[in-house]
């Protein structure tokens, strides 16, 4: 995934300045294609990567050990 397809990486708070969590923050309120796309990006990035469908065969290395 590219940076700003499926999430926003901001500096953590607190900051000297917030300007980046507030354009990505009303990037998001003002662009409901952008919250849609990045919401379906997002779930199926978790789900290819995270789910315990995708990690069965890493589970089941660490019990054979």
């Given at each position: 995934s590219k940076k700003g397809e499926v999430a926003f990486l901001a500096e953590p708070l607190p900051l000297k300045s917030t300007r980046?969590?507030?354009?990505?923050?009303?990037?998001?309120?003002?662009?409901?294609?952008?919250?849609?796309?990045?919401?379906?990006?997002?779930?199926?990035?978790?789900?290819?990567?995270?789910?315990?469908?995708?990690?069965?065969q890493s589970y089941l290395d660490v019990f054979k050990q």
């Open positions: 980046s969590w507030r354009k990505n923050l009303i990037d998001l309120l003002e662009k409901e294609d952008l919250r849609e796309k990045m919401g379906k990006l997002g779930r199926e990035h978790v789900q290819k990567n995270y789910s315990v469908k995708s990690q069965v």
